[in-house]
């Protein structure tokens, strides 16, 4: 059964960090390209960052860039996301997801989804 869990959310004033890990199993990603989305209350999902398979390559949204950085541990089949100078508008459901081909800014190139880890940035 091919897992992906995301684990570290919580609730942070702004300007805090939180470190936030996701956990796959049941299949290697190890050459997927892995990505962070978010969803916050009333509104769409939004991509976040995504991460080559080699994790040489990063990609952020404007509105994370700078603040956010992605990372990958092949080996232990685990991919991070930490994020510093949180602001009340990174409140949301966060998501991670595997895309084993296709553009990375593509939501649809996703093909395997967490069930999402809560953070909530307080004013």
């Known amino acids: 059964q091919v897992q992906l869990v995301e684990s570290g959310g919580g609730l942070v004033q702004a300007g805090g960090s939180l470190r936030l890990s996701c956990a796959a199993s049941?299949?290697?990603?190890?050459?997927?390209?892995m990505g962070w989305f978010r969803q916050a209350p009333g509104k769409e999902r939004e991509w976040v960052a995504a991460?080559?398979?080699?994790?040489?390559?990063?990609y952020y949204a404007d509105s994370v860039k700078g603040r956010f950085t992605i990372s990958r541990d092949n080996p232990r089949n685990t991919v991070y996301l930490q994020m510093n100078s949180l602001k009340p508008e990174d409140t949301g459901v966060y998501y991670c997801?595997?895309?084993?081909?296709?553009?990375?800014?593509?939501?649809?190139?996703?093909?395997?989804w967490g069930q999402g880890t809560q953070v909530t940035v307080s004013s």
């Open positions: 991460i080559s398979w080699n994790g040489v390559s990063t």
């Open positions: 997801a595997a895309a084993p081909s296709g553009a990375y800014y593509y939501t649809s190139s996703y093909e395997y």
């Open positions: 049941g299949r290697t990603f190890s050459r997927d390209f």
